[in-house]
């Protein structure tokens, strides 16, 4: 069992930035690939940005491409979110996930932490 908690979120402004951290309850923190999904009310759950194990590669998504950046500190069991130039349309509760090799879905997630863009 894995246990994933977040910390970061809050309430900002436009163009303010924010950074998300998980912290994972694994010794093998370095072979899991690490996700970020977020969650807009009345809309589906949608993966924001990935880091495969280890160091990289990174995935985003279009809307976030240039804007956040996931790291992962290998020391600590943590994945970060650095999000800058935050939009309203970035309001969400952001989730952490973590996934097995060769697995096609993710396996742990984290409780999900609020983030909400005033304009």
């Known amino acids: 069992q894995v246990r994933l908690v977040e910390s970061g979120g809050g309430l900002v402004q436009s163009g303010d930035s924010l950074t998300l951290s998980c912290v994972a309850s694994?010794?093998?923190?370095?072979?899991?690939?690490m996700a970020w999904f977020r969650q807009a009310p009345g809309q589906e759950r949608e993966l924001v940005a990935a880091?495969?194990?280890?160091?990289?590669?990174?995935s985003y998504a279009d809307s976030v491409r240039g804007r956040f950046t996931i790291s992962r500190d290998l020391a600590k069991n943590t994945v970060f979110l650095q999000m800058n130039r935050l939009k309203p349309e970035d309001t969400a509760v952001y989730y952490c996930?973590?996934?097995?090799?060769?697995?096609?879905?993710?396996?742990?997630w984290g409780q999900g932490t609020q983030v909400t863009v005033s304009s």
């Open positions: 694994t010794r093998a923190f370095s072979h899991f690939t």
């Open positions: 996930a973590l996934k097995y090799p060769g697995q096609d879905s993710f396996n742990y």
């Open positions: 880091i495969i194990r280890g160091a990289g590669p990174t």
